[in-house]
């Protein structure tokens, strides 16, 4: 990042301007591996909150807010002392272009992320606000690591030592965590937009509303709609049974269970599902004593998998408000996985496996899928 600027004798800029620019930060070094701190704990607690959505979690996202305002609490006062060099374009040096394009990332990430709070919005533009925040959250990272690799410079003893700097520190880290809930209560003592917002920040797209909720793939899932007379729905893996079932002996199961979904770009709906439990469909195909998980499986090779004992109570839905879902929603069957984000609740379900281990390689599947021929829509 950029250092405290020189002056030279062509600048037309006023005795005081040149001394307040000349006063350099005492704790420069403190002050960059605070943001590159605040940049990777932020990345975390994002990474974090995307597959975040119990309401015990609320505190992941909270962290993100906080850390956010720590970083422009942080930011502020580093572009208060590199602003003057940085709107003088003649004074800039490869060190200042990179420096300013840090500093332009870190803006774009933050200034995304609090408008999204405040519930403001955008014209969509490949992604929306969200989306631009999450990308922009992941090349901030990139920069900030890439960046710390090639020119750190070590924090030394006498850089954190010392009640000054440990002072300077607190104060911003705790004025940063205050902002979080004053941005929350603004929310409510003015009723901006960003009430509505669920503590995931993702907002309500209706309720109760059957099919009518908005549809959307992980990444590009886009299978040709399924025949159910033709489906099957395997039940098999760690078990001693295995069997198959066409639509009609699943739409036999009439379970039912009210659960939100909460797609990770922002909109949640909550619905009356219909369906079977999977609990129901995996005793009968006596799953060893030694899975513990059970995984379901997309036509397009997307999946997911769950701890057996979440897995028995979540529901294979083939209805949502006593409708059959419609393609889009995932038809014949989606997994309905109450308090999970929506990318784990896998849609056009045609197997689930009893596990003895978990499966990492899910998270692969995920960005995968839609290039293979069923996800791209290919017979
Ligand atoms: N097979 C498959 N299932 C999937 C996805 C996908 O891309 N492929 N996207 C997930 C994501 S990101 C979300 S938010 C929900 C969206 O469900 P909806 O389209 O019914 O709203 O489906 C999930 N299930
Ligand atoms: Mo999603």
Redesign the pocket.
């Known amino acids: 990042m950029t250092t405290p600027a020189t002056t030279s004798a062509l600048d037309e800029t006023t005795p005081a301007q040149r001394r307040r620019r000349r006063l350099p930060d005492p704790f420069p070094r403190l002050t960059d591996w605070s943001l590159a701190l605040g940049v990777g704990l932020g990345f975390l607690t994002g990474l974090i909150s995307l597959i975040s959505g119990q309401p015990g979690d609320w505190l992941i996202f909270a962290l993100h807010g906080a850390v956010g305002f720590w970083l422009l609490a942080l930011l502020w006062g580093k572009l208060r002392r590199t602003l003057p060099r940085l709107l003088h374009p003649r004074r800039w040096d490869r060190r200042t272009v990179l420096g300013a394009l840090a500093t332009l990332l870190v803006l774009l990430a933050l200034g995304t992320g609090i408008w999204w709070v405040f519930g403001g919005d955008a014209p969509p533009i490949v992604f929306n606000l969200l989306g631009w925040h999450i990308a922009l959250g992941f090349a901030l990272t990139a920069l900030v690591a890439l960046h710390l690799l090639a020119r750190a410079k070590p924090l030394r003893s006498r850089d954190v030592r010392g009640r000054r700097q440990a002072l300077r520190f607190g104060a911003l880290a705790l004025g940063g965590a205050l902002l979080w809930p004053a941005q929350q209560l603004a929310n409510q003592a003015l009723r901006l937009p960003g009430v509505a917002e669920r503590f995931t920040g993702s907002r309500d797209a209706g309720a109760h509303t059957g099919n009518a909720?908005?549809?959307?793939?992980?990444?590009?899932?886009a299978?040709l709609p399924i025949t159910p007379n033709s489906w099957r729905l395997t039940i098999g893996g760690a078990v001693a049974h295995p069997y198959t079932l066409t639509y009609a002996d699943l739409l036999a199961h009439t379970d039912r269970l009210d659960a939100i979904?909460?797609?990770?770009?922002g909109?949640y709906?909550l619905q009356t599902w219909q369906g079977a439990r999977i609990g129901a469909l995996l005793t009968a195909a006596h799953p060893h004593s030694d899975a513990i998980y059970v995984r379901v499986v997309?036509?397009?090779?997307?999946?997911?998998s769950l701890p057996i004992a979440e897995a028995n109570n979540a529901l294979l839905a083939t209805l949502v408000e006593g409708e059959p879902?419609i393609h889009?929603?995932?038809a014949p069957v989606?997994?309905v996985a109450p308090g999970r984000?929506?990318?784990?609740?896998?849609?056009?379900?045609t197997r689930i496996e009893a596990l003895t281990t978990p499966d990492p390689g899910e998270l692969l599947a995920?960005h995968t899928?839609?290039l293979t021929p069923a996800?791209r829509g290919e017979r």
């Open positions: 909720f908005p549809s959307t793939s992980w990444v590009a899932d299978p979904l909460d797609c990770t770009s909109f709906t997309s036509i397009t090779g997307y999946r997911w879902l889009d929603h995932g989606r997994l984000r929506g990318f784990q609740w896998v849609k056009w379900v995920i899928s839609s996800g």
